[in-house]
């Protein structure tokens, strides 16, 4: 059964940084492409990143503030947040395409506010 579970929010100032966490189990991990995804209120899911092997791939709102990386020993995808925003915040999800269905995991809140 295929289980991904995110940590890593919380509330932070402008400028600050995060980094969250999408441990895995239940699949491959290496053998598969990881994204994370955000959603704010009244607005529609976004892709945010993209890794599959040592491939990357960022949406042009995060281009060199996020990097996304993976741990391949414990199953674990990150997201390293810097230079946050107001507009990034958001409901971060994990996601994954695996036995010919989309994954999610509960997600993880992100506020970034003074």
């Known amino acids: 059964q295929v289980q991904l579970v995110e940590s890593g929010g919380g509330l932070v100032q402008p400028g600050g940084s995060l980094r969250l966490s999408c441990a895995t189990s239940?699949?491959?991990?290496?053998?598969?492409?990881m994204r994370w995804y955000r959603q704010a209120p009244g607005k529609e899911r976004e892709l945010v990143a993209a890794?599959?092997?040592?491939?990357?791939n960022y949406a042009d709102s995060v281009k060199g503030r996020f990097t996304i990386s993976g741990d391949n020993a414990k199953k674990t995808v990150y997201l390293e947040m810097n230079s946050l925003k107001p507009e990034d915040t958001a409901v971060y999800y994990c996601?994954?395409?695996?036995?010919?269905?989309?994954?999610w995991g509960q997600g993880t809140q992100v506020t970034v506010s003074s």
């Open positions: 890794i599959a092997g040592t491939s990357t």
């Open positions: 239940g699949f491959t991990f290496s053998s598969y492409a």
């Open positions: 996601n994954t395409y695996v036995q010919r269905r989309e994954h």
